[in-house]
């Protein structure tokens, strides 16, 4: 069978191992059933999962790599990192400089000559609309930390005019400003996740994947202040938006909530371990498994047919020549 289908990964924040768990068990579970993945859509935490998939990354390697505490002293917020963190936030109202968010994934992630359909959800504050960047190996670091930059956690992204694509110059009427700097913020601020500016295939199946029942982010006693405020910050909105998306497509869930003790610490945590991001990830595994055995998503039945082109964007062309700046 080659039934084609799209995921959505939405909101994870710090619990992105988690929401690896799931998408690994669910994709293998599609594999099953005679559906194949023809693109896949994320925003913030979801951002990195989806991209992960796309390159063939295997999520546990890379936590390897990224979970050392060189690594993760980049993305820290709080502790010995306060005065860093505050002298980040006055600069770009931002605890974390998003700059090394880009920098951590250009290092720790391998290099992919192919990526599969995929696209990363974020918000431009500059025109205060929704974008949809179409991921490639040359821009996937800095798109999907623009995917990623939750406001008060992470300062904007902020990337040139000029390179980016020309759909995305257009639909932000920035043709005339090449050389101007727009900046980009976590794609869970968008209202809903706008399909429409991802994929012109109308009949494709969508699977949109969620770990949340309720605002995450929340608890009576805030591991610290900075956490207090970055939890304000976190909302998840897509779960409001199911049945305007549902009236347009065929759209399945797969809502496998994360358990309370990881929202309350990791929502709105970064600085991840080698051992908590595995425990997140195995949890996460788990839990998808157990949830697709009991509760099996609703799914038109699996069907020969051409994997259509996903996409009706232009690819860039140019490469290497995008800038990135706080």
Not at 209 to 214: A, G, L, Q
Not at 290 to 313: D, G, K, N, Q, R
Request: proline share 7%; charged share 20%.
């Amino acid at each position: 069978m080659n039934q084609p289908v799209g995921i959505l990964y939405a909101t994870a924040g710090g619990r992105y191992p988690f929401m690896a768990g799931v998408a690994d068990a669910l994709e293998a579970h599609l594999a099953t059933l005679g559906y194949s993945v023809a693109f896949r859509i994320g925003a913030s935490g979801g951002s990195i999962v989806a991209s992960m998939k796309a390159s063939g990354v295997n999520f546990l390697d890379w936590l390897s790599e990224a979970a050392t505490p060189t690594n993760m002293k980049a993305v820290k917020i709080g502790g010995t990192r306060s005065l860093h963190n505050i002298k980040t936030y006055i600069q770009g109202r931002g605890f974390i400089d998003s700059n090394d968010l880009v920098d951590l994934l250009q290092r720790t992630l391998p290099d992919s000559p192919n990526i599969q359909p995929c696209y990363s959800v974020s918000w431009c504050v500059s025109s205060e609309q929704p974008v949809v960047f179409r991921l490639t190996p040359e821009n996937r670091a800095s798109r999907v930390a623009a995917s990623c930059a939750l406001p008060v956690g992470l300062t904007s992204v902020k990337i040139r005019n000029g390179d980016l694509e020309s759909r995305i110059q257009r639909q932000l009427k920035l043709e005339e400003d090449p050389d101007g700097f727009s900046a980009f913020r976590d794609g869970g601020l968008c209202p809903g996740f706008p399909l429409d500016l991802v994929e012109g295939i109308k009949h494709i199946p969508v699977v949109v994947v969620t770990i949340d029942i309720r605002d995450p982010g929340t608890k009576e006693k805030p591991i610290s202040i900075f956490q207090s405020l970055l939890a304000r910050q976190v909302r998840v909105k897509i779960l409001d938006n199911l049945n305007e998306i549902r009236s347009r497509r065929s759209l399945s869930v797969l809502c496998v909530p994360a358990p309370s003790y990881i929202n309350s610490k990791f929502s709105a945590r970064f600085d991840i371990t080698e051992a908590e991001g595995r425990s997140m990830y195995d949890t996460g595994h788990t839990l998808a498994r157990t949830h697709l055995f009991l509760h099996p998503i609703y799914l038109p039945i699996a069907v020969e047919v051409p994997t259509p082109e996903p996409i009706a964007v232009e690819v860039p062309a140019e490469a290497g020549s995008e800038q990135c700046v706080q």
